[in-house]
């Protein structure tokens, strides 16, 4: 059990018959300000997902959901040659958002369809195909969901055929080639009369994915395969008769695969630098200068502003120093040479700590037995025990929306990001 930081510092006092008064012993009990929320918005959880969490940020609980996801009145931002979905870029605005609402999934990640287009309008099936090498095998895939645009017909006479108008959505897994027969995944009644716009059609595959990941870790493709079936002669009916028709001219109305992982370990963000290195090369501000030139100038010049808002240095003597408390640190991401694959935020306040640890410690800098007498030490003989530290006590998570090394976007929460409050340590 914790000693009350007054007694012990009283207690240590009279050992050591130091000449100050007991008055400068009392550990100062003055409330601290709360200090303002950050600007950077994040879930205030960082607990993992449970295997529902998928369909808490679905933006539909049924299986099809409206077309306004995919027809912003803003398009997305582009970040080279990836160009994240509507979905992605919603997903993110919506959870980032939202702060003590639930707990948000750790990682969600949109793999944009690979397959090629169809050649006849009378082909009598439509195959999608993903890579999904980029999920990294110990993270646990607790949902996954296939979105497929269902557009209006390009004919609609001929939508309206002899073969009536109720039909059959049937999504299957693909025939392998070691004669592995389609297994069926989801299946839904359709109209051809009710499709009064553009609308997402939401097919749950987290069996098929989870299952190809136990059957070959190391699998790089999944592929699914979607027929449509008359309700009235049961025959086969061309998908792109109904509006399911691609590839899709814009990225962001292609066919996604939403997968929601997982992971026991918390997640860093060097990791995800370290991986964008290897895929795009070692960058000059990673390598060593060369001798006799000026280490980096030009990353300096950008470092300098890509960090901004540190406080000046503590000037000279006692009354230039301030206590331990938070102080702004903004970070531009973009500055950082970061904005080619992050896509949002590309700013956010991180704060950080700063000031001096002195005798007699607040007390709402909650410090620890160690650190009170540490700093009681310090008071003694400056010399020979250096003061303790003034660090971030409490961190917040941030939400961040980025291109992975296999060009997927993703979603990732990421713990200990931005300083809420500082401490004596």
Request: aromatic share 6%; proline share 9%; net charge positive.
């Amino acid at each position: 059990m914790r000693l009350p930081a007054a007694a012990l510092c009283l207690c240590l006092l009279g050992a050591c018959r130091l000449r100050r008064g007991l008055e400068a012993a009392a550990v100062l009990g003055q409330p601290a300000a709360s200090p303002p929320r950050p600007s950077a918005a994040a879930p205030s959880s960082s607990s993992s997902s449970s295997s529902s969490s998928s369909s808490s940020v679905s933006s539909s609980s049924s299986s099809s959901s409206s077309s306004s996801s995919s027809s912003s009145s803003s398009p997305p931002p582009r970040n080279g040659t990836v160009v994240p979905h509507h979905y992605m870029v919603a997903l993110y605005q919506r959870l980032a958002a939202r702060r003590g609402a639930g707990r948000p999934p750790a990682t969600v990640t949109g793999f944009a369809e690979r397959g090629r287009s169809d050649a006849s309008l009378s082909t009598p099936e439509q195959r999608y195909l993903f890579d999904i090498s980029s999920l990294p095998e110990a993270e646990e895939v607790t949902g996954a969901e296939l979105r497929v645009l269902r557009a209006l017909p390009e004919n609609r006479s001929l939508a309206l055929s002899p073969e009536g108008t109720f039909h059959h959505l049937l999504l299957s897994t693909c025939p392998s080639r070691d004669g592995e027969e389609p297994r069926l995944l989801d299946s839904r009644a359709a109209d051809v009369l009710d499709v009064g716009s553009s609308r997402w059609e939401v097919f749950d595959v987290w069996e098929a994915l989870r299952g190809r990941r136990e059957r070959s870790p190391s699998g790089k493709l999944l592929c699914f395969l979607l027929r449509i079936v008359s309700d009235q002669s049961g025959r086969l009916l061309p998908p792109r008769q109904l509006g399911f028709s691609k590839p899709r001219p814009q990225p962001h109305e292609r066919a996604l695969l939403v997968a929601f992982s997982r992971t026991q370990r918390k997640e860093n963000l060097f990791k995800e630098i370290r991986d964008k290195i290897k895929a795009l090369g070692s960058p000059p501000f990673l390598e060593p200068p060369d001798p006799g030139r000026e280490a980096y100038p030009k990353r300096r010049k950008r470092r300098t502003a890509a960090v901004a808002g540190r406080a000046g240095g503590r000037g000279h003597g006692k009354k230039a120093k301030t206590r331990c408390s938070r102080k702004p640190l903004h970070v531009n991401f973009k500055e950082l040479g970061w904005d080619d694959w992050i896509i949002a935020p590309l700013d956010y306040e991180a704060y950080h700590c700063e000031g001096v640890c002195d005798f007699p410690l607040r007390s709402h800098l909650e410090p620890t037995n160690h650190a009170i007498i540490q700093t009681l030490m310090n008071s003694m003989d400056p010399e020979s025990t250096p003061p303790s530290c003034c660090v971030p006590s409490k961190l917040s998570p941030i939400s961040i929306l980025y291109i992975d090394s296999g060009n997927n976007v993703v979603y990732k929460q990421y713990e200990d990001m931005v300083v809420e409050t500082c401490g004596c340590r």
